[in-house]
C-alpha cells in the first residue's frame, strides 16, 4: 500500500466510515447470523458486537484525531469493556497488539500486515485455539497470512480488498464443516457439523465490509 493509496496516514480519520461500514454489514446481515448463533451458539453474539460497534462509533470523532496505534489499542480497550462473552476479549486482543507492535512505525501495507499477524497470533494464544477448530480464526489466521504475502508483493489496494475478501470468504465457508472444539458449539459434537459458525460469520462480514468502505 503506498501512501497514495492511504487516504490519511498519519491519523485515523477513516474509522467512523470504516464503523459504519461495519454496523450496516452486521445489520443487513442480522437475521442470518442470529439464525447461526442460535443454531450452534449462545445466541447473544450479534447483540454484544453491537454493543461494541455502537460505543466505537460513540468515540468515532476521538478515535479519528488518533495515530493509528493509538486508535487500535483503544478500540481493542473498548471492545474489552463493552462486548460480552469471548468475543469481546479476543478482538480486545487482536486490537491491543495491533497497537502495540505498529507504536513507533510508519504506517505501511507491511506494518499492517506485522501488526495484524501478531494480533492474530495473540488471539490464538488467549483463546487457546488453532484453525480447524471452528471459531473466527478460521478467517483471522489465513487473512493474516494472505496479508503478509500481499505485503511482499506491494498490491494495490483494489487487489488486496479483493483478494483478502475472498480469503476470509472461504475460511468462513471452511467451518461449515468443521466439528466445533471450541465454545459452546462445542457441546453439540458432531451436530455442530453443517453450520457455518457464527464468529467466522461476522469476522468475514466486518473484513468485507471495511476493503469494500476503503475502495468504495
Not at 17 to 20: D, V
Not at 86 to 92: E, I, K, M, N, T
Given at each position: 500500500m503506498s501512501s497514495a493509496d492511504q487516504p490519511n496516514s498519519h491519523t485515523a480519520a477513516l474509522l467512523p466510515?470504516?464503523?459504519?461500514a461495519v454496523a450496516v454489514a452486521l445489520e443487513e446481515n442480522a437475521e442470518a447470523v442470529a439464525e447461526l448463533d442460535r443454531a450452534?451458539?449462545?445466541g447473544d453474539h450479534l447483540v454484544n458486537l453491537r454493543r461494541g460497534i455502537d460505543a466505537l462509533r460513540a468515540r468515532g470523532d476521538e478515535l479519528a484525531g488518533m495515530d493509528w496505534p493509538s486508535a487500535w489499542q483503544q478500540i481493542g480497550m473498548t471492545l474489552m469493556t463493552t462486548v460480552g462473552g469471548?468475543?469481546?476479549?479476543?478482538?480486545?486482543t487482536l486490537f491491543v497488539t495491533m497497537g502495540k507492535t505498529a507504536r513507533g512505525r510508519e504506517l505501511t501495507l507491511e506494518t499492517l500486515a506485522d501488526s495484524f499477524?501478531?494480533?492474530v497470533e495473540a488471539v490464538k494464544r488467549r483463546g487457546r485455539v488453532e484453525p480447524g477448530e471452528k471459531t473466527l480464526v478460521d478467517v483471522l489466521d489465513p487473512v493474516a497470512k494472505a496479508l503478509v504475502r500481499l505485503a511482499q508483493v506491494e498490491a494495490p489496494l483494489p487487489r488486496l480488498v479483493e483478494e483478502l475478501g475472498q480469503v476470509a470468504e472461504a475460511g468462513m465457508e471452511s467451518t461449515r464443516d468443521l466439528v466445533a472444539t471450541k465454545g459452546r458449539a462445542s457441546f453439540l459434537g458432531e451436530r455442530s457439523r453443517g453450520w457455518i459458525d457464527?464468529?467466522?460469520k461476522t469476522a468475514q462480514l466486518m473484513i468485507a465490509a471495511v476493503g469494500q468502505a476503503l475502495v468504495a
Open positions: 466510515e470504516l464503523l459504519r450452534i451458539g449462545d469471548a468475543s469481546g476479549s479476543l478482538y480486545g499477524g501478531a494480533g457464527p464468529g467466522a
